[in-house]
């Protein structure tokens, strides 16, 4: 049997019954930034904002400088006029300011600052999350542990830790040579590959990466990572029609392993807002994520807006440009609807058994609407959690997760809650076949899958 | 014509090798070339695209259909080149510098392909020289290129202006997609079309060219 | 004593308890439209859009008429896609549309088209509301009842009702002019001539006009005005530090007595969404609203963002322009916004006593936080409005409106709920005593202020 | 001195009889107009000014203060004129075409005066040409113009480019004010300044010019 490079931390739940799983509530809140903690009883507004269209280079870099400014004074500000109790930035860093790392620690110096003189004169709570752009994907096959991307990437992560990151963070792309192409051809080997060998390999590695560079930054802490590029990819095929629903929400149901990986290696949350994958990681590991939903319509639709926010403990926009609406800029309006949101979940929280009552009611209005939203229930979240801490390597436990998945799927259709198109039904007979007929072990898989995904990447990135 | 049923159905199913023996035995029994991808396989392709129009098929039909009729091709092609017969319309597309999400490009690629045209994927962050030099070399009659990222958008505007620079331009008609681009910005910027999802950018080629 | 052109048809309360002033239900629903029904039960998405910054002449008229267009067909896209019950589209006139009422109706029948497609493809309930500019004021004194601004404005109701609109609606300007003047200089005679005197008389004048065209065009109710331009810039002015908050919220307690009009000239709801005196007018005439909130933070920023929706009928978004955003066009990003806002009322709308918990929830979160917020809660809204009904003319209700809007802060503060700053609190008792030394009757004021607003406003466009 | 108090007091509480009063006294008594102009009315001004800033003042007090001080300027203008003194700083302010939302503009515009400019209130919905005719009669320092809607912003640009083409756009500095106005845009149309709201503006105004 092939050597696995995984560490598999977690074989109990944190979080056993659907009712404990609330939002604003983690079994292990995360102390952080200047004076925030996060997950001990209220959600706080995440705000991620990022440029319009223009060109990042050496030229337009003050006027990139004086958008970042902008933003970080105008959310900070309504932050400040409505009264929220804490909050947390969010950078992420666009791909040339990774490539350049003393660009993406400039900009984190910057919003640091902002962050600092609101907390000294305002006494606000709050934390920056810095996340470089995994650029590992330059060539292909991508080099995930070599060659020079990797060492920018480490720079940055380095760099930005140095510069007032409070929280790094990651949408890592490991195996996502592979999965793009099994997800269009909709093929269940490919796809099961990408996501328990390939990801949850370099996930491991990485983060073990990451939490070095944490342990040298006193202070920062290793937040988590995301399979936006698997699940959110998915996700929004689904909603332009390209794919099946029921594929894009087992996808989901096993993207969760690989993003797993980061707690092993000592991540600590939040988990990133785009990984709606973060309720079974929170159920797993009982730490804080975020999560996002209606509140990211500026970044892209989904059919999951209220349940998002049933478990969340920071409640975030993924993406706005500094674009001007009627009211101001675009960052600073959607701040003041995450304010609200906010608002409105601890203030439910505040009456004895609130936050469930809440709960229900967003996880109700969206449940049974779409397949994604039906596997993102706390109930279906305790099962998929289940299913995976019960089985012993992230290529079981995709497996595992994806088979609690499709069972959530279909007692949903057996007890005529759930409402499927024939087209999505006869997908859903077909990833179930599919999940029966794994070989018992990954390295068959491996073998089985050489001639057609072989050539799309890299072994030695993954340790093979 | 049982052949061709047999060719049709294989296409429409998405079964590559049985597409291929299909392929070998009509032209073992004589079948001409040209009419076999007149009579069996752009049939089957336009059914595949009905299919998908009706949400009746998913991208992943759509592509094991494109992957049927491509492997059919693998043995007509070279008849085809032999006997000095033109081959479909040629495609050049590519992510632009900077940009390196590629999905939506190679789900167009293979759409395009799977619809009977010749595509040439550069891949993802091609230069505008890299640009400029495959429509030299190739003579493409469109160029498709797209940008996820609204900080690569710039440099569609870029590559126009370097097919511009080059004399080629006017040679071959530009296409715009990706999230972030407008037809707004893809008038601005000099281009021919723009279209905001996979699926119509392979109706907005056809269009272009007046292909039915 | 001068003769009131105003009919004064309330004079009991249709919701008398402040338990029974809840979202989605009203004691006079509302059939309207392609088979939508307002105040049923459920809350539907009202959604408003503008265009991007451009002229609009004869020749950009092409550009305009796609972008409404464009707007109309993602909005709708958008609502099929989530499946909204019910959904009101909003067309408020821009002021060259207005001008030439052929515009403003060739819009109204495109978008009309769109929504009839949509019922019948989709069986989609739903209605377009029709709001015309105000145009009246291009000349000082504004001339109301004559001249060519009136004419046109008249002409594009008709042109509107002929073209399709369902429900019209206006946010009058009646007696903004000396409004404006008296606002900026905190004068509280000023404020109440203006909205207890010259802003009902037009408004009696003008709802009865739009009552008839309404009459002359079977299917086109008479929606309802705003305050929008009294009291919307009053908050606006209060969130600019420009006014004292307690000023913005006495004066939209006032300001109901004047949007009531509309509805005591045949007026049936719902009323206009930025009419945040709305849930006034609904304990009084018993009619469906509209609210805007958190939902228009693409419009304006405000301290009600929850509060609004606590007694709501239809959810709007006020204003949003047709600008990129990253997942798509902001109307479309906005109608998802409403859509998953509105499918958490409903859902809880399901449960015994769901509504009331949830719209106790948004009150609580807001109610103290701003003085604006708490003369919205459902408490503060009965004492408003009883104090409204209990008296017998415009002016004198204007007066009991501001007193018992004084009454609440008064009381927040003794309770210490609400906390105001030195200067807050100073501006609060002097508009107590201001209150307190109104003339008996009108006329007397009349005279009063002849020197310092007697050449702002037409009398004879006020029928004095 | 005292006198000069009284003065003071009487514009810091925005009480219009009293300063006029206060300011007769004075001049009866022998006040230089200069003098009881930088002693007292800038002073009382100034110290309004900061009571805004600390929002210890709302827009009310200080449109009352500046009612104040210029019912005292009432009677010290005459005097300046005679001795050929210097009047303060003039600017032109007006909603640009199209737009009648004057509220914002009526605000600054009293701010403007109270801080002692002089202000020529061309009111709303103005021309370019009009525009263009009051910096030709009147020779401003100035010009503020504000755009509340959107779709009437194009007009400020029409209106620089009136005054550009009138030969006067160098004489003034031409200030933008609005909602929707971004400092972005005033750049793109050739305007030397924006101000996100009225208070701004007269920092703005101020810094342009210098004027401490
Ligand atoms: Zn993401
Ligand atoms: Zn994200
Ligand atoms: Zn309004």
Not at chain 1, 319 to 338: D, F, I
Not at chain 1, 355 to 380: F, K, T
Not at chain 1, 425 to 441: G, N, S, V
Request: proline content about 5%; charged content about 20%; aromatic content about 6%.
């Amino acid at each position: 049997m092939m050597i696995t490079e995984t560490v598999l931390k977690y074989s109990t739940l944190a979080i056993q019954r659907p009712d404990d799983l609330l939002y604003g509530v983690s079994p292990l809140p995360l102390a952080c930034g200047l004076g925030l903690t996060i997950g001990a009883g209220q959600v706080f507004p995440e705000v991620n904002f990022t440029l319009p269209a223009m060109n990042i280079e050496s030229g337009t870099w003050p006027v990139v400088v004086a958008h970042y400014d902008e933003m970080a004074s105008q959310i900070l500000r309504r932050a400040v006029s409505l009264g929220v109790h804490g909050i947390v930035l969010e950078f992420e860093l666009l791909p040339p300011m990774t490539d350049h790392p003393v660009w993406g620690a400039e900009i984190t110096a910057v919003l640091k600052r902002h962050l600092a003189t609101a907390h000294e004169k305002y006494h606000l709570p709050c934390a920056l999350r810095v996340t470089p752009t995994d650029i590992r994907d330059q060539q292909k096959p991508p080099l995930m542990r070599t060659g020079e991307p990797w060492r920018q990437l480490k720079q940055s992560l380095e760099l930005c830790a140095k510069a007032g990151a409070d929280i790094l963070s990651i949408e890592s792309i490991g195996g996502k040579e592979v999965h793009d192409q099994a997800l269009m051809y909709g093929d269940f080997s490919g796809i099961v590959f990408a996501l328990g060998v390939l990801a949850p390999r370099d996930m491991s590695w990485l983060w073990a990466q990451i939490g070095q560079i944490c342990a040298a930054h006193p202070g920062v802490v290793s937040g988590g990572d995301s399979a936006c590029g698997f699940a959110n990819t998915a996700m929004q095929l689904a909603h332009q029609k390209m794919l099946p629903e029921v594929l894009a929400a087992v996808v989901r149901a096993m993207s969760a392993v690989r993003s797993l990986s980061a707690f092993e290696q000592g991540a600590v949350g939040p988990s990133k807002d785009c990984a709606y994958e973060g309720p079974i990681l929170k159920a797993i590991t009982g730490r804080p994520i975020a999560m996002e939903g209606k509140s990211a319509s500026c970044a892209h639709f989904s059919p999951v807006g209220n349940i998002a926010a049933a478990m969340c403990d920071l409640w975030s926009n993924e993406s706005v440009q500094n674009v001007r609406l009627l009211s101001g800029n675009a960052p600073e309006a959607y701040t003041e609807l995450l304010a609200y949101d906010c608002r409105l979940m601890n203030t439910a929280a505040c009456a004895p058994g609130g936050a469930l009552q809440l709960r229900n009611w967003m996880v109700a209005s969206d449940e049974w609407l779409s397949p994604q939203a039906a596997v993102l229930s706390p109930d279906a979240i305790i099962r998929i959690a289940a299913a995976i801490v019960a089985t012993d390597t992230p290529y079981h436990r995709v497996i595992a997760a994806g088979q609690a998945a499709v069972q959530v799927l279909k007692d949903g259709v057996a007890e005529q809650k759930l409402h499927l198109s024939r087209k999505e039904l006869q997908w859903l007979a077909r990833i179930d076949e599919a999940l029966e007929r794994f070989p018992a072990e990954e390295d068959a898989l491996l073998v089985d899958l050489e001639a057609q995904y072989g050539s799309l990447y890299d072994k030695a990135s993954y340790g093979l | 014509m049982a052949l061709s049923k047999e060719l049709f159905d294989a296409i429409l199913n998405g079964d590559a090798k049985r597409a291929h023996a299909a392929t070998e035995t009509a032209l073992a029994e004589g079948a001409e070339p040209m009419q076999l991808i007149a009579d069996s396989m752009v049939p089957a392709m336009d059914e595949v695209g009905k299919l998908f129009e009706a949400e009746e098929y998913f991208v992943p039909e759509l592509l094991l259909a494109g992957r049927a009729m491509k492997s059919a091709m693998e043995l007509i092609k070279p008849l085809l080149v032999a006997s000095g017969q033109k081959m479909a319309v040629r495609v050049i597309i590519g992510t632009v510098k900077g940009d390196l999400h590629d999905i939506g490009k190679n789900i167009v690629a293979s759409m395009l392909e799977g619809s009977g045209f010749e595509v040439i994927d550069l891949g993802a962050d091609v230069s505008p020289e890299a640009f400029v030099a495959a429509v030299k070399e190739r003579q493409p009659h469109i160029v498709c290129m797209s940008a996820l990222l609204t900080v690569t958008m710039p440099a569609m505007k870029t590559t126009i202006d370097a097919l511009s620079k080059a004399g080629v331009r006017t040679q071959v008609k530009v296409l715009l997609g990706g999230a972030p681009v407008t037809s707004q910005y893809a008038k601005e910027i000099g281009a021919d079309g723009y279209s905001e999802n996979a699926n119509g950018a392979v109706g907005l080629v056809k269009s272009l060219l007046a292909v039915a």
